[in-house]
């Protein structure tokens, strides 16, 4: 049945030609020949699918109370829609999630299944349309028994999560492909809700979800690993050996990590006398079973942190593996009678992971920036997405009749606590994009869909102080502009540079009053980008003390700087390790802060933060979170101690980042994964294996080893479907020119 519905979702949403089977030989010899067919037509689509998800994301479940539910309500305000399908989604505690359309009072369900059987989509009883003025009600019930300290929602497996799924269709000239309801706006409803909605659904122990962060076992193994003596030969040393170090890092647990003398100083001589000795090691334990797994998987809380916190830490460690000549510190004086600030010590960027504003979630994140208080502020789309249906082939708005987003779509946020000390932008944007904050405090911001620039007073009711271009009219001259992206005003002339943008390649000058000066930049050649040729300029930083203005050329993959006063180009900076795209950047004295976008299909390089040193474009750290993943980084912006956000549009998240300064790496610091919880890290003493060492490979040629476990692990436990590898193009990709090689949306 769920194979039927993808299939009716797909037929609705997109047309493709393309084949789809996957074929499975039993043991019986009978094949499961079941697949997908996708159709492509160039015709629109007379109907869209999409997507509404309902979540919590402040539900606490107390330890050993017996039953919890935990409530989300949204009033529903756009064309109707007509549910087929529908999916639920928690962890362990989860016993039934249900859904339901109220109207005028009467509660229909949408759908009401156990989160602990296999999560498909199931199809709906009935179809249920849902039409402007209904609510959207959901609830999941837990229990907090067995545990004995309160659960959050989060994304560890010792976390919780509440989701319903809701897949529906709409007519496409009305359509909107996904929508959210993070809140209970209508909690009173629920005091008549059916009362088979607090129902528990049992659920046989053989078809329970085997999902790792699902499956709660016995874990006997585990018990008698833990009952085992300590072995005499096992012991702490000294903080310079490897083995000491890692133990440390594995919770000082001598039991379950069996401590090996190896003294880097002395037995460092070659890489192969380190890797014989790591074989030695793993010859004389088995730490990939699957019962070290399932013991992180617990259901004590506090075994649950002290593995996250370890884990974290090997992801810091992690991020040392780069070349060799991205790690070198050489801050230099760029001439000219300017210098850059420069730093002596090494750094590194981490997640601040008692942030709890990663879970804001205030829909897709197209902007972040700080005021003059240093608080942060997000520009974000509310229930509007940017997809192949927002715009037509010459760049005009196809959505105008939703309306502009009905809710405040800029908040400033506390840095510390995460909570929302201001909003506005309510009924004034269609599609955000960027947003920029100038030395008096005053917002910047870009509309894609209105191809305009506003400027803001946050004190202020009285509609915006300037506006830059005409509404829903795409253009190309000094009075229009076509999907601007960036805004960056000079704090000492007051000079405004609008970065413009998907479909002009161009870098647009305004005085401090909005009068056009000049312009440069131009569509990049197909032989290859030149410097003052752009492909989708989408970011901007200032460097005023330099008179540079630095811009992400988001598609070519690079960074190109220019003086502010003639306009001239001064640099380029490229990274392979950049791959297809730079979305963001942003600049504090002596560094640069980018980040990239996914990696297309064969390339390797991952979606990651980099800081540079900005004298010479040489990377110095690179980084990424531990709760959640990036998906598409879109913005980023730091402060000048070492503070940094980033804004993510796919996942609708804003992640706070900490800049910290390490030691002195002497050694280099080496780590791998080798199984899905616990990492393994070495050292490597200065100038050995500048190409690096391939655990991964090591082990696959050894007898009884493969290379399973060696990705990058994962730590987010959170319900995202999405293949990080997949390649897809991100939704605002649709208004890109797109390289010869681009994968499909």
């Keep these: 049945k769920s194979l039927q519905y993808i299939r009716l979702f797909f037929k609705i949403y997109i047309s493709t030609f393309s084949y789809l089977r996957y074929i499975c030989v039993f043991s019986d010899n009978h094949k499961d020949c079941s697949g997908v067919s996708l159709h492509l037509t160039r015709l629109p689509q007379p109907l869209i699918a999409g997507m509404y998800l309902m979540m919590s994301v402040d539900t606490v479940i107390p330890a050993g109370e017996k039953v919890v539910n935990s409530d989300i309500s949204c009033h529903y305000k756009t064309y109707p829609m007509n549910v087929f399908a529908y999916r639920v989604h928690t962890h362990h505690l989860g016993k039934v999630v249900s859904g339901y359309r109220v109207r005028n009072g009467q509660w229909t369900m949408i759908g009401r299944q156990s989160p602990q059987l296999p999560q498909a989509f199931y199809p709906v009883e009935h179809p249920v349309d849902v039409s402007f003025g209904d609510i959207l009600a959901a609830r999941c019930v837990f229990t907090g028994e067995g545990r004995t300290e309160a659960t959050h929602i989060g994304g560890t497996s010792s976390d919780e999560m509440c989701n319903l799924y809701i897949m529906y269709y709409m007519e496409a000239k009305h359509a909107v492909s996904f929508m959210t309801c993070t809140q209970n706006v209508a909690p009173d409803t629920f005091r008549t809700i059916p009362p ?9 122990s053989d078809v329970v979800m ?8 016995e874990n006997k193994d585990k018990t008698a690993l833990l009952q085992q003596p300590k072995r005499e030969e096992e012991e702490v040393l000294d903080q310079g050996d490897f083995y000491s170090l890692l133990s440390k890092l594995l919770g000082e647990r001598e039991d379950v990590v069996h401590v090996h003398k190896y003294n880097p100083t002395e037995k460092a001589e070659s890489e192969s006398d380190l890797v014989a000795e790591i074989a030695n090691v793993v010859q004389k334990k088995d730490l990939g079973r699957s019962d070290a797994r399932q013991g992180a998987e617990s259901g004590e809380r506090g075994n649950a942190i002290l593995v996250r916190d370890r884990i974290h830490k090997f992801h810091r460690l992690e991020s040392t593996l780069r ?13 000219e009678g300017a210098w850059e ?7 590194h960027v981490e997640e601040a992971l008692d942030w709890p504003g990663v879970y804001l979630l205030p829909s897709q994140v197209s902007g972040v920036a700080l005021d003059p208080n240093n608080n942060l502020v997000i520009f974000h789309r509310g229930d509007h997405v940017w997809d192949g249906n927002s715009f037509d082939s010459k760049f005009v708005y196809q959505q105008r009749g939703l309306g502009p987003i009905e809710e405040d779509t800029i908040l400033v946020v506390d840095p510390n606590s995460a909570a929302i000390l201001q909003s506005s932008g309510k009924s004034l944007f269609y599609l955000p994009h960027g947003l920029s904050v100038d030395k008096d405090g005053n917002y910047w911001l870009t509309d894609v869909a209105l191809h305009q620039v506003f400027k803001l007073d946050p004190n202020s009711k009285e509609g915006p102080l300037l506006i830059l271009g005409r509404s829903m009219q795409p253009g190309s001259d000094q009075n229009h502009f076509c999907q601007p992206t960036d805004v960056a005003v000079d704090p000492d002339t007051g000079a405004i540079y609008v970065s413009d943008g998907y479909c002009n390649s161009r870098i647009v000058q305004f005085s401090p009053n909005g009068n056009f000066l000049t312009q440069w930049g131009e569509e990049s050649s197909r032989s290859g980008p030149k410097p003052g040729q752009f492909s989708v300029p989408h970011s901007l930083a200032l460097v005023p003390h330099l008179g540079q203005l630095c811009v992400a050329d988001r598609e070519n993959g690079r960074i190109q700087c220019f003086k502010t006063d003639t306009k001239e180009f001064v640099k380029e900076i490229k990274h392979a390790s950049f791959g297809r795209n730079v979305f963001a950047i942003s600049y504090i004295p002596g560094l640069l802060f980018a980040v990239n976008g996914k990696p297309y299909f064969g390339d390797q390089e991952p979606v990651q933060g980099f800081v540079m040193n900005f004298s010479n474009g040489e990377i110095i750290d690179v980084f990424k979170p531990v709760r959640k993943h990036f998906d598409m980084p879109h913005d980023i912006v730091a402060s000048e101690d070492g503070t940094v956000y980033i804004g993510d549009v796919h996942t609708n998240t804003v992640w706070k980042f900490t800049l910290t300064e390490k030691f002195t790496r002497k050694w280099r610091l080496i780590c791998t994964n080798l199984t899905s919880i616990l990492h393994y890290c070495f050292l490597l003493p200065p100038g050995k294996g500048s190409g690096g060492l391939n655990l991964g490979n090591f082990f696959a040629s050894h007898k009884g080893y493969s290379r399973k476990g060696f990705d990058r692990l994962s730590t987010e436990g959170s319900d995202q479907e999405k293949d990080e590898d997949d390649g897809s193009e991100s939704e605002e990709e649709y208004s890109a020119p797109l390289p010869t090689q681009a994968p499909s949306s």
């Design 196 to 204: 088979e909605a607090s129902i528990p659904i049992p659920v046989k």
């Design 210 to 217: 085997m999902h790792g962060h699902h499956k709660e076992t």
């Design 323 to 335: 070349p060799a000549e991205s790690r070198v510190l050489s801050l230099q004086h760029p001439g």
């Design 341 to 347: 600030p420069e730093h002596t010590g090494d750094f």
